[in-house]
């Protein structure tokens, strides 16, 4: 029985942390390595890697503000929710959202309020329901669901999950 208030989408949430973890599971792990000394971390926040984007108008690399493609490759820190999954402990791959079941990941959601995270190698994450802060390196990487529509469009290599 739904409960008062549930969003439309949330029959399919089981579902949706199902095909993220077959997803994040079948994906080659991806580490970058710049061989330089690590820079500190830009702070960020949701709102920063906002950008302009109506209600149902299809994703496109121009969209995006010319202060999100100069974070291309450069060190970040964001706070956000680990999406829940099956996983508790020596998490390598999660989705950061901006609020807790307050936004979600997939149909829907805002393209900007979710970051696909792949922990560096050597590097896991465990969940909490409370915020965490994220450092790490961040990309523009669309990740696009089986029907062809994009799902997520951030992603970062996490070195560290506090």
């Not at 926040?45 to 108008?57: L, R, S, W």
């Not at 964001?78 to 990941?105: A, H, M, T, W």
């Not at 465990?126 to 992603?155: C, N, Q, W």
Request: include cysteine.
């Amino acid at each position: 029985m739904p409960y008062l208030n549930q969003p439309s989408w949330y029959h399919l949430y089981p579902r949706m942390v199902a095909v993220l973890t077959m997803v994040f599971l079948l994906a080659a792990p991806i580490c970058v390595s710049t061989g330089q000394a690590p820079k500190k971390p830009k702070d960020l926040t949701f709102d920063g890697i906002k950008f302009p984007m109506k209600k149902g108008t299809k994703f496109t690399r121009s969209m995006l503000t010319k202060e999100i493609e100069a974070l291309q490759g450069k060190p970040i820190r964001i706070r956000g929710y680990i999406l829940p999954s099956f996983q508790q402990k020596g998490i390598k791959q999660f989705v950061l959202v901006r609020d807790n079941l307050e936004c979600c990941f997939g149909p829907g959601a805002a393209l900007y309020d979710c970051i696909i995270v792949e922990m560096a190698k050597g590097k896991s994450a465990s969940f909490t329901v409370r915020p965490v802060a994220v450092e790490g390196v961040f990309s523009v990487r669309p990740f696009k669901g089986p029907d062809g529509k994009h799902l997520a469009i951030y992603h970062l290599v996490g070195q560290s999950v506090k």
